[in-house]
């Protein structure tokens, strides 16, 4: 009953602490609400939680901080790509290019979602799926040079309408 508890008493705030670290209600809700079921985890598995409450404001300062990190993560590729064309990249923008990675090969699509997604680093990717870390950077570097190609030509139809 402890997560139960936990909720009852210090779901609010919670939620507003994670608010206050700039996350939308739906992100902190969804960030309040993963940190809970993470809690009931550790402790199904037997895993002793000394002070839950602290453990739970920790969890959910790491898990918004690390929202933070993919949207940086997210902007950084968009940048780079950006740097095609003129004009700035807007949210849209973002879709069309994550569009563009759903079109890429199964393992360079994967890489590029565990590098600005999952925020992993290239070791941590070929651990994930079985690959050494310079076969990460190389399928990164061929899927980026892929997109670039890809959107430049979008961006020239769409420039000469």
């Given at each position: 009953m402890?997560?139960?508890?936990?909720?009852?008493?210090?779901?609010?705030?919670?939620?507003?602490?994670?608010?206050?670290?700039?996350?939308?209600?739906?992100?902190?809700?969804?960030?309040?609400?993963?940190?809970?079921?993470?809690?009931?985890?550790?402790?199904?598995?037997?895993?002793?939680?000394?002070?839950?409450?602290?453990?739970?404001?920790?969890?959910?300062?790491?898990?918004?901080?690390?929202?933070?990190?993919?949207?940086?993560?997210?902007?950084?590729?968009?940048?780079?790509?950006?740097?095609?064309?003129?004009?700035?990249?807007?949210?849209?923008?973002?879709?069309?290019?994550?569009?563009?990675?759903?079109?890429?090969?199964?393992?360079?699509?994967?890489?590029?979602?565990?590098?600005?997604?999952?925020d992993?680093?290239?070791?941590?990717?070929?651990?994930?799926?079985?690959?050494?870390?310079?076969?990460?950077?190389?399928?990164?570097?061929?899927?980026?040079?892929?997109?670039?190609?890809?959107?430049?030509?979008?961006?020239?139809?769409?420039?000469?309408?």
């Amino acid at each position: 009953m402890v997560v139960g508890d936990l909720q009852r008493t210090d779901g609010q705030a919670l939620f507003g602490f994670v608010r206050r670290l700039g996350l939308t209600d739906d992100q902190a809700d969804d960030v309040v609400q993963e940190v809970l079921a993470r809690l009931l985890a550790e402790l199904g598995r037997g895993i002793l939680v000394v002070n839950p409450r602290s453990w739970a404001f920790q969890s959910v300062y790491r898990l918004a901080m690390d929202q933070h990190r993919l949207r940086r993560r997210v902007a950084g590729l968009v940048d780079r790509m950006g740097s095609m064309s003129p004009r700035s990249m807007s949210a849209d923008d973002r879709i069309v290019v994550w569009g563009e990675v759903d079109r890429l090969p199964v393992r360079q699509r994967q890489v590029l979602y565990l590098r600005y997604r999952a925020d992993l680093t290239h070791d941590a990717i070929g651990q994930v799926l079985g690959i050494s870390s310079s076969a990460s950077r190389s399928h990164a570097t061929q899927a980026i040079a892929t997109l670039r190609a890809r959107l430049a030509i979008d961006i020239v139809e769409i420039e000469d309408r």
